[in-house]
């Protein structure tokens, strides 16, 4: 059987892809087709770069393709403003949390806390603060709160609450591209109403809200300035 195997199988082997095994000069993971020599053509040798290139092999049909890297994530994630009513299932939400979970903060405080809103009722009280209807009708809204309290503060008195909680929202919304889900990042709400809907104690402040989804509509396109206008080598 393993003669007969192998024998079937050598083209295969002398043509399946090295799924990230392969860098090129930025570090990117590429696929590329590497023959195997004509001297390790021999059972042992195919037998060994065969179990090596199933695994590889395995990995990129589980991750149906070569990894998104950065770059390709941070141009993909955008503000999304429709989402279809698919609910999120409790382990992907916990990927998008353990994504902020795993923000880094000033001096290692981590001051916050992620409230995560899934209540109808509660999602329609949250209108209130913020009334646009996508938002309040997306199956999930996360709302990140900080403790300034609790957070490090600069020696000029800088209170490093808000940055930190920025942070750990920016990791979420990253972590929700790379799965497929829509976010938008929401700041412009009132945040009395905020505190009082989600029965926020005292020194608990709201940050920044965003929905979590499946985008029902399409992103607008991306505007940023280009890198010359914002640049600066060395000083101002």
Same mark, same amino acid.
């Given at each position: 059987?393993? %003669?007969?195997?192998?024998?079937?199988?050598?083209? =295969?082997y &002398?043509?399946?892809?090295h799924?990230?095994?392969?860098?090129?000069?930025?570090?990117?993971?590429?696929?590329?087709?590497?023959?195997?020599?004509?001297? %390790?053509?021999?059972?042992?040798?195919?037998?060994?770069?065969?179990?090596?290139?199933?695994? +590889?092999?395995?990995?990129?049909?589980?991750?149906?393709?070569?990894?998104?890297?950065? =770059?390709?994530?941070a141009?993909? +994630?955008?503000?999304?403003r429709?989402?279809?009513?698919?609910?999120?299932?409790?382990?992907?939400?916990?990927?998008?949390l353990?994504?902020?979970r795993?923000?880094?903060?000033?001096?290692?405080?981590?001051?916050?806390?992620?409230?995560?809103?899934?209540?109808?009722?509660? $999602?329609?009280? =949250? $209108?209130?603060?913020y009334s646009?209807?996508?938002?309040?009708?997306?199956?999930?809204?996360?709302?990140?709160?900080?403790?300034?309290? $609790?957070?490090?503060?600069? &020696?000029?008195?800088?209170?490093?609450?808000?940055?930190? !909680?920025?942070?750990?929202?920016?990791?979420?919304?990253?972590?929700?591209?790379?799965?497929?889900? !829509?976010?938008?990042?929401?700041?412009?709400?009132?945040?009395a109403?905020?505190?009082?809907?989600?029965?926020?104690?005292? !020194?608990?402040?709201? =940050?920044?809200?965003?929905?979590?989804?499946?985008?029902?509509?399409?992103?607008?396109?991306? $505007?940023?300035?280009?890198?010359? &206008?914002?640049?600066?080598?060395?000083?101002?």
């Amino acid at each position: 059987m393993d %003669s007969i195997f192998l024998k079937n199988t050598l083209p =295969l082997y &002398q043509t399946l892809v090295h799924a990230a095994a392969h860098k090129d000069k930025y570090g990117r993971r590429r696929i590329v087709s590497i023959p195997l020599p004509p001297r %390790s053509r021999d059972e042992n040798t195919i037998r060994s770069i065969g179990i090596e290139m199933f695994v +590889r092999y395995s990995e990129l049909i589980r991750n149906k393709g070569s990894p998104m890297n950065f =770059l390709d994530l941070a141009t993909k +994630r955008s503000s999304v403003r429709g989402f279809a009513p698919d609910s999120i299932d409790q382990a992907t939400l916990g990927k998008v949390l353990e994504a902020g979970r795993l923000a880094p903060s000033a001096a290692n405080h981590q001051p916050w806390h992620f409230i995560v809103v899934r209540d109808e009722l509660r $999602k329609q009280a =949250l $209108k209130e603060a913020y009334s646009k209807e996508w938002f309040w009708k997306a199956p999930v809204i996360i709302v990140v709160c900080v403790e300034p309290h $609790k957070a490090w503060t600069r &020696q000029d008195g800088k209170n490093y609450a808000a940055v930190d !909680g920025a942070i750990a929202m920016d990791h979420m919304t990253l972590c929700a591209t790379d799965l497929g889900l !829509g976010t938008c990042w929401i700041g412009a709400f009132d945040p009395a109403k905020v505190k009082r809907i989600l029965e926020l104690p005292e !020194g608990i402040e709201p =940050l920044v809200m965003s929905p979590l989804g499946k985008p029902g509509a399409p992103a607008l396109p991306k $505007k940023r300035k280009a890198l010359d &206008q914002i640049m600066h080598y060395e000083k101002w």
